[in-house]
């Protein structure tokens, strides 16, 4: 299953395609956002608001551009988002103010409370999810994810 290249071991490009890292990550994925859609139908709130909102709460305000990154949300999908978000009242959008060109984003208070709202779902899944999970194994996960995150970020510069 596994080969070594020089000091890394790699998987083989002949494994099994349900074995392979890449598919268990989409499948994973893919499970994951019906099961979060699920879990905020209650609050009112998609998935993709919810990780717009999140973000928000927990970096504060920024650029459409650096929102649509951190959430990892398209750009154009991002601000059609912001914009339906605004409406309901949940963020607020101001121009910045060295270049009026660039929008800065932030939640309101509404949007804070329907996030705090919403969390409650969320919170079970995730406990739904990894119960079988020690507390190391969760941080380890945690940390193999950014890992491999660090790795696919750096080829696409």
């Known amino acids: 299953m596994v080969e070594t290249d020089g000091d890394v ?3 083989r490009p002949d494994e099994p395609l349900v074995d392979a890292p890449e598919y268990l990550i989409s499948f ?4 994951n956002r019906d099961q979060m859609e699920t879990a905020l139908r209650a609050s009112g709130l998609k998935l993709t608001g919810w990780r717009i909102l999140s973000c928000l709460d927990e970096r504060g305000p920024m650029s459409l551009l650096d929102l649509a990154e ?3 949300i398209e750009r154009t999908v991002t601000s059609r988002l912001v914009d339906r978000l605004i409406a309901d009242g949940l963020v607020s959008k101001q121009a910045f103010s060295h270049d009026k060109r660039i929008s ?4 309101t208070g509404k949007g804070r409370d329907l996030l705090r709202a ?5 919170r079970n899944l995730r406990a739904q999810l990894f119960r079988d999970f020690s507390d190391d194994e969760y941080r380890q996960l945690c940390r193999l994810l950014q890992r491999l995150k660090a790795n696919a970020q750096s080829l696409r510069r």
């Open 70 to 72: 951190l959430s990892v």
């Open 28 to 31: 994973l994925q893919r499970l």
């Open 9 to 11: 071991s790699v998987p």
């Open 104 to 107: 800065i984003v932030a939640i």
């Open 118 to 122: 919403s969390n409650l779902g969320v």
